[in-house]
C-alpha cells in the first residue's frame, strides 16, 4: 500500500469544502501495477473521490481508468499567450476590483462557471460548485490573486479576470489568469475580449512574459482567449473515480 504514498496525495481544502474525502493522482500515465497501487492507496485512506488528469493522446491509461470504474468528466485545455499578442484596446471602464465589489462579483460567479468538470461529474451537490467559484473570487479580491480587474457598466461590476503573477524571476515573471467571467446580461457586446486586452496591457508594463490560462473545452470562452492572442499549448482529459454512490 505504500507505492500508492508516490501516486497520490490528498486534498484538505476540495475534502473540507464539498464534504467528502478527496485525492488527486500525481502521475498522468499509468500501467495495471501503478493503477492497482494507486486504488489500493485510495481503499486504505478511505478516500472517497480521486482527480485523474490524462494526456488526451495516451489511449492506454484511458483505457485503464475506463476499466477501472473512472468516469470522463471533461477536458482540460492549457493556453498561453506570448508578451505583446494583440492587446491594443480601450481600457477606460476597467479598474481594479474592491472589497465593496465582492458581493456583486459572487453574484456573478455563482451563475459564470457551470461548464466545469464539478458540474459535468454528477455527484457534487450543484449548489456547492456554485459556491466553489463565488469563494474563488472573494478570495481573490481579498488577496490570494496580484489582480483582480473589473469592467464596469452603468455604475457596477458586470465581469472579471483574475491575475497571478509568478514573481521567483522577475526578469523572467509569468503569469496565469485564474478567473474570468462576465455577467450573462453583458455577454456579446466585447466585454470579455475587452477585459482579456486589458490584463494584457497591465502586464506587459508591468514586464510579464507569457501569460498562460487553464479552461474547460467546453467553455464558450475558448473564443475569446484566441481571438486575443492565446495559443493551445495541451488538451488533457479530466477523469473522477467514486469510491462510494
Not at 26 to 33: M, N, P, Q, T, V
Not at 67 to 84: A, E
Not at 204 to 215: A, F, R, Y
Amino acid at each position: 500500500m505504500n507505492g500508492g504514498a508516490e501516486l497520490c496525495e490528498e486534498l484538505p481544502w476540495d475534502s473540507a469544502f464539498f464534504g467528502v474525502s478527496i485525492a488527486r493522482a500525481l502521475r498522468s500515465h499509468l500501467d495495471e501495477s501503478s493503477c492497482g497501487a494507486m486504488l489500493e492507496w485510495c481503499v486504505g485512506r478511505r478516500i472517497e473521490c480521486l482527480y485523474f488528469l490524462c494526456p488526451l493522446d495516451d489511449s492506454a491509461t484511458q483505457r485503464l481508468l475506463n476499466d477501472h470504474g473512472f468516469q470522463s468528466v471533461g477536458v482540460r485545455v492549457t493556453l498561453v499567450r506570448p508578451p505583446g499578442s494583440d492587446i491594443a484596446g480601450d481600457s477606460a471602464r476597467f479598474r481594479t476590483a474592491t472589497m465593496d465589489d465582492i458581493p456583486r462579483l459572487r453574484a456573478i460567479a455563482l451563475t459564470s462557471h457551470r461548464d466545469t468538470r464539478f458540474h459535468a461529474d454528477g455527484h457534487f451537490d450543484p449548489e456547492r460548485c456554485d459556491e466553489l467559484y463565488a469563494t474563488w473570487i472573494e478570495k481573490s479580491v481579498q488577496g490570494y490573486a496580484t489582480h483582480v480587474i473589473v469592467a464596469e457598466r452603468d455604475g457596477a461590476a458586470v465581469g472579471y479576470v483574475t491575475l497571478h503573477v509568478d514573481e521567483k524571476a522577475p526578469a523572467l515573471s509569468e503569469a496565469r489568469i485564474g478567473l474570468f467571467a462576465v455577467d450573462e446580461q453583458w455577454r456579446g457586446r466585447g466585454i470579455g475580449r475587452d477585459l482579456l486586452r486589458h490584463a494584457g496591457q497591465l502586464l506587459q508594463k508591468e514586464g510579464v512574459g507569457d501569460t498562460s490560462v487553464v479552461t474547460p473545452g467546453s467553455s464558450g470562452a475558448l473564443t475569446l482567449y484566441k481571438s486575443a492572442g492565446f495559443r493551445t499549448t495541451d488538451e488533457s482529459l479530466w477523469y473522477h473515480r467514486w469510491f462510494s454512490s
